[in-house]
């Protein structure tokens, strides 16, 4: 049986990916969008992009989603954060505008800290 190999692409932050995000099973899994926080050797952290509204202060509508290369208004949900193997990244769907990525930040900085 062959296998499947992704050609080379340099990752970045602030890009947006479709991913085999697996299910705590580990068994099945589910390919949906998100977006690159930083990189950690060979692993990713990311956060979920959903196309659902948002409902709590870490959740980070994306402005320009269609330059993101997303197919509908997305919310960033930086409260369902995940640690990938870089190989779970199957496709590049683009970059989150300056705009965009400066409010995550924002966002981050005020709501995503440790509670103790």
């Given at each position: ?41 060979v ?30 208004p ?28 400066q ?14």
């Amino acid at each position: 049986m062959r296998r499947k190999t992704r050609v080379f692409t340099m990752i970045q932050p602030g890009e947006i990916w479709i991913a085999d995000i697996r299910y705590t099973d580990g068994v099945s899994s589910k390919k949906r969008p998100v977006l690159v926080l930083w990189l950690d050797g060979v692993d990713v952290v990311v956060a979920v992009v959903t196309t659902a509204q948002p409902r709590t202060e870490t959740d980070v509508v994306i402005s320009d989603w269609q330059n993101a290369g997303l197919r509908a208004p997305s919310t960033v949900r930086l409260s369902r954060l995940d640690c990938l193997e870089q190989t779970l990244l199957l496709r590049r769907l683009g970059m989150l505008s300056a705009n965009d990525r400066q409010l995550i930040r924002t966002v981050w900085d005020a709501h995503v800290k440790p509670q103790f």
